[in-house]
């Protein structure tokens, strides 16, 4: 060891790449260190026959099924739902939908206005810059004018909602409830390093034509035309701490299983709610025999998952529901704020999913024992495929001290290091709000003129949105990060991802993510440069 | 000798054969065709699958033909078929399967008018928004709460 950076981050997702994109327009030498590689785009499912194939196995959203060199193993036994991830340079935007809403002002608040969990040490409007600052490198679709938000301006055209779309357009207008296009990490026209959507499909198996803005796409072009340093291959085990219980680096394998270390003035931990807290739980020195930043035995806990239900309805007319971005049409937020009336606090969105592509459509109907065999296949299959809408119940999951992320005592990954394990239950206010969205669901299914209407939630393959588990907070004995995400037990260490949230809304997190990451990255830059 | 070679001796092998091909029998309106056995095997033979799932399909007859008190055969399809416990032994991962390979006949993705060979670089064309239906859900003002 011979150099000390200025950063090193670790992780090249959501939250890393937004930092380094950030850091990378000052005099600031910064290093990425990222287990996985950079997506070959050419070699993506949606540019082969058999794509949807890849989704059953070196593209499946839960790593235990992946089993690539760069994914490690998570014990999901004690939990309903398990977590879903990708490791790649871009980490999980590489699959995600692009659904990307800002979380809304009182999410940030909900003690205030809820009398429940903890409010945010930040406020919508602190983090409000921050959003806008992120639209430099992320295409956002969608249309201005959203009740459901304070004004959000200059997005770009939003995505074609489809036939499907409109269907539920209109069943939305008859119950009188809110929906709006939804907001979509998709580029629209021609925008920086993206090209423009061609509505292909499948977003969530990558996205060949460079149209969706996963990192790799978003930020990293910029970040290494700026000469960031990105280290792919590398999987950090620890982080160093002095005498002091300052961060000062971490430990790392390369991809040939070399133990080796890296030094930096400042350290940032971007590898989501569940990575996250295991390389925190795995920093274990005699200064932290629990763990860094788990003096009060926080680190893990409160992990929130958004619990999700599927509510599907069945047309007598062709929708083409198949065709578009599968998770971006249309969301609506009628029953995202708290009602008295309801038998629960907080609330949940709506998001419009496109219809399954055949494969997985048969194999959906397969899971639900709805698939007809024999003479009776076929006509069961034309009456059901691409004549179906479905809306997914995503449901603002509450903070419990006892849903949390430990480590295994027996499971670990290629380089031996301990494997995280999720311990997670849905508590009593998040089932009655999934029952009664899906009832809701139901009913605009129907008034959309749907026949018959079939759910089923949570969905266990759903675990993306991993929150909660190094929330952020004023009060050290309450919280593991302060209000810009350094580790209130050690100083120097940032945490740049979903893991600081204190509570998780009740839409999907990315761009909180990443805005919040953009703040994190200004106060280190203030920190050499006050 | 091959795992074809070893299951030509299969006790059950031609039940096997007319269940799976009964189960996505040729359909006459569309021309869609029946889930070949033969192809299905050798699908199952790529994935190193084959001699498990003729174990599982054939201890499925099996106990099917015991219950049934019939052997099966072309003229007791639909009891097969149609018995709940056939249905509760395809729903393992053996009805994933056959889903899975029918659905990726090119001949069957053609009819459902799916993305061929794949769905880059073609790409769709989507009705577009029709800004009027959002004119009600504009005119009820903001709906998110003030902090």
Redesign the interface.
């Known amino acids: 060891m011979s150099e000390i950076w200025d950063v090193v981050i670790v992780g090249a997702g959501a939250g890393g790449s937004a930092v380094a994109a950030y850091l990378s327009d000052f005099d600031i030498n910064v290093i990425c260190l990222e287990q996985g590689d950079f997506p070959n785009v050419n070699n ?1 499912p ?8 890849f989704r ?1 196995s070196e593209f499946n959203p839960n790593p235990n099924v992946r089993k690539l060199k760069e994914d490690y193993p998570i014990n999901c036994d004690e939990s309903p739902i398990a977590v879903a991830n990708y490791n790649a340079v871009g980490g999980s935007t590489v699959l995600f939908s692009g659904h990307y809403p800002r979380f ?3 999410d ?2 909900v003690k ?2 809820d009398g429940i969990a903890e409010d945010w040490p930040i ?2 409007a602190e983090l409000e810059p921050f959003y806008e600052l992120n639209r430099k490198f992320t295409a956002v679709a969608g ?1 201005e ?1 959203d ?4 004004a959000i301006k200059n997005l770009l055209p ?1 995505v ?4 499907m ?2 269907k539920l ?2 069943g ?2 008859s119950m ?1 409830w ?4 939804a907001y979509s990490a998709i580029a629209t026209r021609k925008f920086g390093d993206h090209e423009p959507c ?5 977003c969530n198996l990558g996205c ?2 460079g149209a969706k803005s996963s990192a790799d796409v978003s930020h990293w072009p910029y970040a290494l035309r700026n000469k960031v340093q990105l280290q792919t291959g590398c999987r950090v085990s620890q982080i160093l701490v002095n005498e002091f219980n300052q961060a000062i680096g971490v430990k790392y394998f390369d991809r040939n299983g070399k133990e080796l270390e890296i030094r930096s003035l400042f350290t940032v931990i971007a590898c989501n709610g569940v990575g996250t807290p295991r390389i925190l739980l795995n920093s274990k020195s005699d200064l932290n025999p629990n763990g860094i930043g788990n003096s009060k035995d926080l680190v893990g806990r409160n992990l929130m998952l958004h619990p999700l239900a599927y509510v599907e309805g069945i047309f007598e007319e062709n929708l ?1 529901s ?3 971005p599968q998770g971006c049409s249309i969301s609506s ?2 029953f ?2 708290s009602s008295p009336t309801r038998g629960f606090v907080r609330g949940f969105t709506m998001q419009a999913l496109r219809g399954p ?3 997985e459509a ?2 959906s ?3 639900q ?1 709805t ?1 007809e ?3 009776n ?2 006509e069961s299959v ?1 009456k059901r ?2 004549h179906t809408a479905h809306l997914s119940i995503i449901v603002e999951d509450l903070p419990e001290l006892s849903n949390r992320v430990v480590l295994d005592p027996i499971l670990k990954d290629s380089n031996g290091i301990p494997a995280p394990k999720v311990t997670y239950t849905l508590g009593e206010n998040t089932k009655r709000c999934m029952a009664f969205g899906i009832n809701r669901a139901r009913e605009v299914l129907i008034a959309s003129g749907a026949s018959t209407t079939k759910a089923f939630g949570p969905v266990r393959e759903t675990g993306w949105h991993l929150m909660g588990t190094a929330c952020m907070g004023d009060d050290p004995a309450t919280s593991v990060t302060d209000k810009w995400g350094e580790v209130h037990d050690c100083e120097n260490l940032f945490i740049a991802d979903s893991s600081v949230f204190v509570t998780s809304s009740s839409v999907n997190p990315t761009a909180t993510i990443q805005a919040l990451a953009l703040r994190t990255a200004a106060r280190i830059k203030e920190r050499f440069r006050p | 000798m091959s795992s074809h070679e070893k299951s030509a001796k299969h006790p059950y092998l031609g039940s096997i054969e007319l269940l799976v091909e009964s189960l996505i029998p040729f359909d006459g309106e569309t021309g869609l065709p029946s889930l070949e056995f033969m192809d299905f095997s050798k699908f199952l033979e790529t994935k190193g699958e084959f001699e498990e799932y003729l174990l599982e399909f054939g201890e499925l007859i099996e106990r099917l033909e015991l219950k049934l008190g019939a052997k099966f055969s072309q003229n007791s399809v639909d009891l097969f078929i149609y018995d709940k416990d056939l249905k509760k032994g395809l729903a393992s991962i053996l009805g994933m399967r056959l889903v899975e390979y029918y659905y990726q006949i090119p001949q069957v993705r053609a009819y459902y008018a799916q993305n061929i060979p794949a769905p880059f670089p073609k790409g769709n064309t989507l009705l577009a928004l029709d800004y009027g239906l959002l004119e009600g859900v504009h005119s009820r003002g903001p709906i998110y709460r003030e902090v």
Not at chain 1, 160 to 163: A, E
């Open positions: 993506l949606s540019t082969k026959s058999n794509w949807e194939t059953w809304h002002p009182s940030f608040k205030s206005v406020s919508y249309l004018g009740p459901a938000y304070p939003p074609p909602i489809g036939k779309g409109e357009a209109k939305f207008n009188d809110h929906w709006w296009p061609i509505n292909l499909g499948p060949p034509q083409d198949h065709l578009g937020h009628e995202a704020e592509s055949l494969s048969t194999r109907y397969q899971l024992k698939l065999w024999g003479n296949h076929h034309r495929y691409s």
